[in-house]
Nanobody
């Protein structure tokens, strides 16, 4: 299984970026793909997640209304549209896949519950 995140960059506050996560080798019945981020000196935190089976989405409170997760019809690419970016969104963003079983509404943001990780992409929000 390989996950490749891309789309990061430098953007001014209020700007937008679209991250993409391309997954290869995932089992057909994988359960979810999530986006996480980690800022220097901070723990990795869940940003958003999409369930594979029903498309249910989850968001961290800090990004609700600004970020949108979506996927292509083949379910092999997951995007994270990030609007109205703030300096506190600056972090390395990672995508991860869960294959061991369904995720509940509280576990989606726990990085320990994911099985595969891609390399991160840097997002810097600064004027």
């Amino acid at each position: 299984v390989q996950l490749q995140a891309s789309g990061g960059g430098l953007v001014q506050p209020g700007g937008s970026l679209r991250l993409s996560c391309v997954a290869s080798g995932l089992p057909f019945d994988y359960y979810a793909i999530g986006w996480f981020r980690q800022a220097p000196g901070k723990e990795r935190e869940g940003v958003s997640c999409m369930s594979s089976s029903d498309g249910r989405t989850y968001y961290a409170d800090s990004v609700k209304g600004r970020f949108t997760i979506s996927r292509d019809n083949a379910k092999t690419t997951v995007h994270l549209q990030m609007n109205n970016l703030k300096p506190e969104d600056t972090a390395v963003y990672y995508c991860a896949a869960r294959t061991r079983g369904p995720l509940g509404p509280t576990a989606w943001g726990d990085p320990r519950t994911y099985d595969y990780w891609g390399r991160g992409t840097q997002v810097t929000v600064s004027s």
